[in-house]
């Protein structure tokens, strides 16, 4: 057990940084480094060093270099994969901070399906906004055939952890 803490310390903990995974997303995300460093507000040489610092840390090879750009590999998926996981989770976090500053405003993300999107979600939300005009309420519509999760799965919708639900419920009761 002390050699894997002291694997995570000395390779991942204080070697890997955000900012780093930042780094590697985006040039992965624009094909090249050339092209993200304008992106990044960073010198080429710049992304170059931390996508290197990324890989000297976790000693993989992370992106492929060609001519005509990069390709992630096996290893940068993977960490990518997670990466965005961590990175959902901060800003979920800083939402999070800003709504507990200030309750009456934050944003709540729904999936319905089209019959409730016509006549309950709209009378819902209007309640909703009533009590908090703060709020922003996105809609995303769902086909009623198909029983998927699709939005909530892919973080682009809100799981019911917070009163939400008692707000709209008690719209119905006045």
């Not at 991942?12 to 780093?20: A, K, N, P, W």
């Not at 309750?103 to 939300?125: H, K, N, T």
Request: charged residues 30%; negative net charge.
């Amino acid at each position: 057990m002390a050699k894997a803490i002291w694997d995570w310390e000395s390779r991942i903990g204080r070697r890997v940084r955000l900012r780093d995974l930042h780094v590697l997303s985006t040039v992965v995300r624009w094909g090249s480094m050339a092209k993200a460093a304008p992106y990044l507000g960073m010198s080429q040489s710049a992304v170059s060093e931390a996508i290197a610092h990324l890989e000297e840390a976790l000693r993989v090879r992370l992106l492929d270099r060609g001519p005509k750009g990069i390709e992630p590999t096996i290893y940068a998926n993977a960490l990518l994969k997670r990466g965005n996981v961590v990175f959902d989770e901060l800003k979920q976090s800083i939402n999070d901070i800003e709504f507990l500053s200030d309750p009456g405003m934050g944003e709540v993300r729904l999936s319905s399906p089209e019959i409730l999107s016509a006549w309950l979600i709209p009378a819902a939300i209007d309640s909703l906004l009533r009590e908090k005009p703060n709020v922003t309420v996105r809609v995303y519509q769902q086909d009623a055939n198909i029983l998927e999760f699709r939005e909530l799965y892919d973080r682009n919708v809100d799981r019911d952890q917070s009163n939400t639900s008692e707000l709209f419920a008690r719209g119905f009761d006045n």
